[in-house]
């Protein structure tokens, strides 16, 4: 894979991986999430409902303490008249037969017991009474005075219209008398106010002297808020309720608060005030004794009502406890609370420990997928190195680690054995390019050889054709001119001319021969000192030089002897002076320089010859030592420089060229120095 892309396997494995985190995670939280929410949900609602239902316990309880209060007020008045019908005092007051006397004592004797009426009843209907009492009103109609008449003493709640009170005394009527108040929830209403009253109404049965009597006396509980205070702190006494709740008690006369300790506001009280419709329904029409929460005024209740009945076996009003909710279901959403944030921070500190515990696991994992993805870019030396854990993950790692070693140890092995190869290919390559060069060398220093033995065959074979020629030619001339004084005759320029020619012929022949066959002339070797050479040489080429003005520069500083033939070397030297003056055939400048000058450690003597003449392009340059190669047509022979070469490199020494068209020419002659040291 190339470099800097990233392998989709690393990404699908890292999708993988992190999947699998999610689902570890899942798996630890799971209970946590899911079902510590649901059983404490559970929990918190039948909780829920168990305290409810306590509470509903509570307030029947305290329902049936306020009904027994009730029933002991009815019994303790019941008590008190009866006492007063058997009382000594009353018996001989009534045996007086003084009504009026009857009446004074009755009047004190009500107030002592608390009652709101107290009156004498006969059998004819004869009424001896505290207020002035309208004889026509037929009193034997409640079943209370009927019954006592009977003979039977009875106690019951009744209700009594505003005449039937006012009959008593007007302020009882302006006390029974109650303004209603709108109510929310209460069932609509044409009626302004209530004006009856409710009365718990005893008669005792009084037998004196013969007649059957009755003594009644009643207590309007209309605004007796002494009788409800009183229920009201027999079932809430002081810290028998959580704090900020407050109990209530009330007697309603048919749907109205008679007596109450509810507040509308700051000390005025719910007198007035209705009950739900509901609650009206449920306990007035049905019956029913009311057990739930109710609203009661302003804010709800827990609350409990039941039927009160009258004389007559009516429903005609009703008792009512109960408490404030609100601090209830405020300590029931504290405990909620509570229990939602105790979850909550449980849950906030085992979730970073449920990461750590998933990335301790997953960490050799990590590792892992990182060490593959940079083995995979090319890095062969990473290792996951997991120690920590002993789990099964940590184990599969530390096997990964061996086998990474194993594949980085061939991995080494293929590169060293690659590198080897490479090695000897090189190697090989190398030696097989030096073989070709030096069979190329060896080729080209043949077919040079071949070339100059073909040559120096031919020359050798063409000098030898042409020498006798020659010979024969100089020998008959030379007779021809001891028989004729040739002095004397016109034909002596002729025969110096053919002199002359057969000369040059011979010369042409020797310089043929001395290139085919230079060992033979090669002749006596004798030391020289170059400079001396140059110095004799000058005066052969000095009137060339002075053909096309060319200034000649000698620079000579070699004092070193060399051990050529002095005729060859002056040969090459000449040569060479001469190709310079005819590359400058417009005039110039001629250097001729000689220096001591060691070649590889071999002391030895420089010598050069330069030019400021036309110079010679590379192909020139290239084929100047061939022999016969010439650029100058007719004149030139070709041969100065092979000649020249083949002399020098015998003698152990060299010569080079370097050129420049436009630019002159230098010829460099190296000779080992002859000097015995
Ligand atoms: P030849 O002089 O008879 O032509 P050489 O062997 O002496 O034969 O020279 C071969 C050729 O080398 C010449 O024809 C000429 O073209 C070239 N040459 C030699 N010396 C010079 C020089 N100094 N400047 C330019 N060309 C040169
Ligand atoms: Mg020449």
Sequence with gaps: MPDGEKSPLIG???????????RLLAIALLPMLVVMPLFLGAVVLNWSARFDSLLIAKVNGELTIAHQYLTRILQSNKDHVRALGKSAEFEKTVLAGDDI???EFLSRTRLTLGLDFLYYIRENGQLVATTALNDQEDLTKWPVV???????DSTEIDIFSAEDLAGFSPELAAQARIELVKTEAAVPTLKTAETRGMVIHTAAAVQIGGDQAALVGGVLLNR???????????????ASLTEGSRGTATLFLDDVRVSTNVRLFENVRALGTRVSGIVRASVLERGEVWLDRAFVVNDWYISAYEPVIDSFGNRVGMLYVGFLDTPFQAAKLRTFVTILVGFLVILALSLPIFLR???GILKPLECMIGTISRVESGDLGARSNVTTGQGEITLVAGHLDGLLEQLQERDRDLRRWGEDLNARVEARTQELREANQRLEATTKQLVVSEKLAAIGEITAGIAHEINNPIAVIQGNLDVIEQEIDVKSSDLETEFALIHEQVHSVNILVNKLLQFARPEEYAGFVDHHLPDEVINDSIPLVQHLLNKVDIVLSLDLHA???????????????????????HAMPNGGQLFVRTYNHDEDAIKGVLIEVADTGQGMPKEVLDCVFDPFFTTKLSEGTGLGLSISRKLLTRGGGYIKARSEVGVGTTFSIWLPSADIE
């Design 12 to 22: 699908a494995r890292t999708g993988r991986f992190s999947s699998m985190r999610v």
């Design 101 to 103: 006397a009857l009446a």
């Design 146 to 152: 009927q019954q006592a008449l009977d003979g039977e």
């Design 224 to 238: 007796n808020l002494g009788f409800i205070d009183t229920i009201n702190d027999l079932v809430y006494p002081a």
């Design 357 to 359: 515990w998933t990335r």
């Design 559 to 581: 004092d070193r002897a060399v051990s050529l033939n002095r005729t060859e070397l002056q040969q090459v030297l000449i040569n060479l002076m001469v190709n310079a003056i």
